[in-house]
């Protein structure tokens, strides 16, 4: 099973919502991400975590609180976001830290594309 | 600062016809470097990984090369099909030992026409 799962696939939420994104991979990679992307843009890293724990926070604000309950998942809890929040939400995961070695492939779910009114 | 740069920004070719993406870096140091295919609304997917030492890498109708020295790659596509109709994003890893720095490039959007 080489493949990142990602629900839901479609989200829209106001502002004063909250809401989770899910993130699941079954290849026993112990690095996953998180990556935001605007519509022509590349994918802009969030955050990355390391063996369930996090390693690293690209000045995400407040209101995107991630969170990795066990190897296989990671979630990204969402609160009182703002419309300019609206993007493609991209998951990764890969054997270890990225570039670690040229074998260290990032594998990316499909997305989550969120709507915020 | 750590750059990718591609070129052109977007392309439009007829089916069949062969073409070529670019791709230009500053990051150092360098460690290896990736090709995806991005389709609309959907995850990036890996295509070709290169290291320093490998000029020329194929999968299928994509080959890349790498010029470590001028700090270039590019993406050729054979015999283009429709379904090749995407964006593709050059990335760069720099960086050594511990967590290593993910550069993208902002992408070339790709059109297939019958």
């Known amino acids: 099973d080489t493949e990142v799962t990602q629900t839901p696939k479609h989200l829209v939420m106001g502002m004063t919502n909250k809401k989770s994104l899910k993130c699941e991979q079954h290849?026993?990679?112990?690095?996953m991400y998180w990556y935001k992307q605007k519509a022509k843009k590349p994918p802009e890293l969030m955050f990355v975590y390391s063996y369930e724990k996090l390693s690293i926070n690209e000045s995400v604000p407040s209101r995107f609180s991630p969170e990795c309950p066990n190897s296989s998942l990671l979630n990204l809890h969402l609160h009182a976001l703002q419309p300019e929040d609206s993007a493609l939400y991209l998951c990764?995961?890969?054997?270890?830290?990225?570039?670690?070695?040229?074998?260290?492939?990032?594998?990316f779910g499909p997305g989550t594309r969120l709507t915020v009114l | 600062k750590n750059q990718v740069e591609q070129s052109p920004q977007s392309l439009i070719i007829l089916e069949g016809k062969n073409c070529t993406l670019q791709c230009n870096y500053t990051v150092s140091p360098f460690s290896n470097l990736r090709w995806y295919k991005q389709d609309t609304g959907r995850g990036p997917v890996s295509l070709t990984i290169m290291t320093f030492s490998e000029n020329t890498k194929s999968n299928g109708r994509y080959t890349a090369t790498l010029d470590a020295d001028t700090k270039q790659s590019s993406l050729h596509i054979t015999a283009s099909q429709l379904s090749d109709s995407a964006s593709y994003i050059c990335?760069?890893?720099?960086?050594?030992?511990?967590?290593?720095?993910?550069?993208f490039g902002t992408g070339t959007k790709l059109q297939v026409i019958p």
């Open positions: 990764a995961s890969s054997r270890g830290l990225a570039g670690l070695s040229s074998y260290n492939e990032q594998f």
């Open positions: 290849m026993g990679h112990r690095a």
């Open positions: 990335v760069v890893i720099s960086g050594s030992g511990g967590y290593q720095k993910v550069t």
